[in-house]
């Protein structure tokens, strides 16, 4: 479990590859935040920071399948030697961009999540804000 503990690991978290584990919890021990504050801070940041991709490769997975049964039940699709081929490398394909646009999401939603934190610590320090910083 990382914990942070100023700005700058803030900011090594964001731009660091970790490994995403599900799970994964971010422990924040920052001053600038009440305790209400940090723990849903850090809710936040333990979500996207464990963000892996798996249920969005699943989601996209089932909805290639459900589409693929439409299609078969509606009767638009004819079958052939090859449809059991084209059936797999569908499933591949729909779990692969689905794994890879999850990693991607969660990986900006957690750089987006540690410029508002750095912004709310400046803020909550009494210092006026910066402007966007460098994640």
């Known amino acids: 479990m990382p914990v942070v503990t100023d700005v700058e690991q803030l900011r090594r978290l964001s ?3 970790p490994p995403a584990v ?5 422990r924040l021990e920052v001053p600038e935040l009440d305790a209400r504050d940090r723990a849903r ?9 464990g963000s892996c991709g798996c249920k969005s490769g699943a ?3 089932l ?4 589409l693929w049964a439409a299609a078969v039940v509606t ?9 059991p081929v084209v059936f797999a490398a569908g499933c591949l394909l729909a779990s692969l961009v689905g ?12 750089r987006l999540s540690v410029w508002r934190l750095i912004r709310t610590m ?13 994640v």
């Open 15 to 17: 731009r660091s590859r």
């Open 99 to 110: 794994k890879v646009l999850g990693l991607v999401v969660g990986r900006v939603a957690l």
């Open 41 to 49: 801070w850090e809710a936040r940041l333990s979500r996207w920071a």
């Open 63 to 66: 909805a290639w399948v459900l």
């Open 122 to 134: 400046g803020r909550a320090d009494g210092a006026p804000g910066t402007g966007r910083p460098t």
């Open 75 to 83: 009767g638009r699709l004819g079958l052939s030697m090859t449809t």
């Open 59 to 61: 989601a996209f997975l």
């Open 22 to 26: 599900p799970g994964r919890r971010v």
